[in-house]
């Protein structure tokens, strides 16, 4: 090995970089990696260098710092869209399923088809931890009787990409259910461990962002002080679709805050890695699923899924779950589709941040080259509040108490309130103007 030293994923989490997607973890062989919760709730990889061989893949693998030569080639024309075989929208057929799902439960039921079909051995998804106060934890599926606790919307980092190692050997394939860092961080890993290769079946979930892991212990603190058993972001089984903020506390009793306050405070605690992603739709995943926005005739009531097919293999387990009646779905106009998810203005939200990012002394993330070739023009304006937005998250993980973070957010809110009343009176004036 040469006596040069290479570099490794301490310096992509230096430059916050790091999209906490587990990619790195299975890259190593020397169980070198673990990960880091900061007092802000990033989830960062460390490495133990006692055991660490320098081999370097840890960084090869890591698509918070670049992309690999495959992923670069195999980037659609349009990377804020990416390419589309058909779209359609509807449900799970399952009545379980769907009433446990965050809208239509298509994810669940195209597990449910590839668990009992025996198409796949494991499908890897994220569940919330039944522990004070519950984290995002990756988990691996055996059968499709463990899937129920795996619905509904995580919004914290998560290592998902990390359970794949170890399992390039196992009999059959493996569903890995995930946001669009984890299928880079797949995609990425598949340069160095060709057996996976063709092996992980990629179900991708349209991202906006996540949120800081201090987000959940907040939330519940904003509606009990006992210890939390049970949190979900968006629970429609309580409340009107899409859903209130839902957290059981160790009594049993079951506390709700309104959505209002969570998109409040999105802004707050959301990464600054999740700023610089372009790809919110996930685009080098087989099969899409979000909520279908835009589209008409929608259950707007229950809630239905947005359903995305990117690949023939994709297209397949689609087909083959509606016509297994594992799904009820009808086709969906692609242009409006599209349109409903708001890509323009994520286009020129995304051209922002990365502008903003380029003007404060941090490594740039390597696209493809691509990427830059498909952004809107933003303004200075635009630009400074992007940066606005990066220089709090960066700051925020510096701040070393909760309690600290969590009196930040309470005047953050404050603020967003009284910027809202302000608003509103401005308007009350100016309709009594007219």
């Known amino acids: 090995m040469s006596n040069d030293i290479r570099k490794d994923i301490t310096g992509v989490v230096n430059q916050y970089l790091c ?18 919760q900061t007092t802000s709730g990033y989830l960062f990889p460390l490495i133990d260098y006692n055991t660490c061989t320098n081999c370097g893949l840890c960084y090869d693998v890591c698509p918070g710092d670049h992309f690999s030569d495959i992923l670069k080639d195999s980037t659609p024309e349009d990377p804020f869209i990416g390419n589309i075989i058909s779209t359609y929208v509807g449900k799970s057929t399952d009545e379980n399923i769907f009433k446990n799902s965050q809208s239509g439960g298509a994810v669940t039921a195209f597990l449910k088809y590839l668990l009992d079909f025996k198409l796949v051995s494991k499908a890897i998804v994220t569940t919330m931890g039944d522990e004070y106060t519950p984290n995002s934890l990756a988990v691996a599926v055996n059968s499709s009787d463990e899937l129920m606790n795996a619905q509904k919307s995580k919004y914290t980092p998560t290592n998902i990409v990390s ?73 429609p089984t309580n409340t009107k679709y899409p859903g209130d903020t839902t957290v059981l506390s160790e009594d049993g009793k079951l506390h709700i805050l309104d959505r209002k306050y969570r998109k409040k405070m999105k802004d707050f605690f959301t990464p600054a890695r999740c700023m610089l992603c372009f790809d919110k739709m996930n685009i080098y995943s087989d099969v899409v699923v979000g909520d279908p926005h835009g589209l008409a005739g929608i259950d707007r009531e229950d809630g239905e899924s947005l359903v995305i097919t990117r690949t023939e293999l994709g297209e397949k387990i689609v087909m083959e779950s509606i016509s297994s009646n594992i799904v ?19 286009r020129k939200k995304w051209h922002a941040y990365y502008k903003a990012w380029s003007t404060m002394e941090y490594d740039m993330p390597d696209y493809p080259k691509n990427v830059l070739e498909c952004v809107e023009d933003v303004s200075k304006e635009d630009i400074d509040k992007a940066k606005k937005n990066l220089e709090h998250a960066l700051y925020i993980d510096k701040v070393d108490s909760k309690d600290e973070i969590f009196k930040l957010a309470d005047k953050f809110y404050e603020n967003k309130i009284k910027k809202q009343s ?10 009594l103007k007219k």
């Open 422 to 431: 302000f608003l509103k009176k401005i308007g009350n004036v100016f309709n």
């Open 163 to 235: 359970l794949l190692l170890g399992l390039e050997n196992i009999e059959g394939k493996i569903a890995l259910v995930g946001l669009s860092c984890h299928m880079h961080g797949v995609e990425n890993l598949l340069k160095i461990n060709k057996k996976l290769r063709n092996k992980v079946i990629k179900i991708g979930l349209i991202c906006e962002r996540v949120m800081l892991h201090s987000s959940v212990e907040y939330f519940s603190k904003k509606t009990t002080n006992l210890e939390v058993k049970k949190f979900l972001f968006k629970d």
């Open 19 to 36: 999209h906490s997607c587990g990619s790195c973890f299975s890259s190593c062989r020397h169980d070198s990696i673990s990960f880091n």
């Open 328 to 346: 009820n779905l009808r086709d969906a106009p692609v242009d409006i589709a599209i349109k409903g998810q708001g890509i323009n203005k994520k």
